[in-house]
């Protein structure tokens, strides 16, 4: 089984979901994804995660992501599952749920983990970019909830940092001061970043949020 890393090309699939039958490229289109594994169905921390994530989705919309979720359990479970998603947690499941069965996606992915358990998948997160590489693994235990307002930070700064020569510092929320990239010099940094350049240290320098 690969191992996926930061960078490698997201591999491709068609699967079973709450939603019918899908294949992941078509899903994405030429927008960003969100790929994201649960232990099992009916499990408290992932009805949490399911009901924020619906949540959250018009965040997502708006930075062009789509979200596909994963479960080892079957799509009659998942739909079971989404009535009890709604009621608890007051919204409404509005994105896929793949019934990986057969392991199928778990194994092309590597989201089981034998150490932790050998049947149920890990809560892994993969954020694809509209090239179909991956930009972002996490992996929490089966303990620990996500944390969506970090994904759409995480996002905020994949989005900003593909487009423009900067990266984003500790704890940066979108609109705040950003690090211009270290392979510019601050004389040409001074001239692509007309909102000005604060040089701390030659090789840290800000620059406001370009975009902002």
Request: net charge negative; glycine share 6%; proline share 6%.
């Amino acid at each position: 089984m690969a191992t996926i890393r930061l960078g490698d090309t997201a591999p491709d699939f068609t699967a079973e979901t709450s939603q019918g039958t899908l294949n992941f490229y078509d899903y994405l289109g030429d927008g960003w994804g969100i790929l994201f594994s649960h232990p099992a169905d009916f499990t408290p921390v992932c009805t949490t995660e399911l009901g924020t994530a619906a949540k959250f989705k018009s965040e997502f919309d708006k930075r062009n992501v789509k979200m596909m979720a994963l479960s080892v359990d079957g799509a009659d479970s998942h739909n079971e599952w989404i009535k009890d998603i709604n009621e608890t947690q007051e919204t409404l499941v509005n994105f896929p749920i793949i019934a990986d069965e057969d392991r199928k996606v778990s194994d092309l992915y590597d989201m089981i983990h034998p150490n932790a358990d050998d049947t149920l998948t890990v809560r892994s997160v993969f954020i694809v970019g509209p090239d179909k590489k991956v930009k972002l693994i996490l992996t929490y235990p089966a303990s620990t909830g996500r944390n969506f307002y970090e994904l759409l930070r995480v996002i905020d700064s994949l989005q900003l940092t593909a487009h423009h020569k900067v990266a984003t510092p500790a704890n940066w929320k979108n609109g705040e001061k950003v690090v211009v990239s270290p392979s510019i010099p601050t004389h040409e940094a001074k001239e692509i970043f007309t909102k000005g350049v604060e040089e701390i240290k030659p090789y840290l320098r800000m620059t406001p949020d370009p975009t902002a």
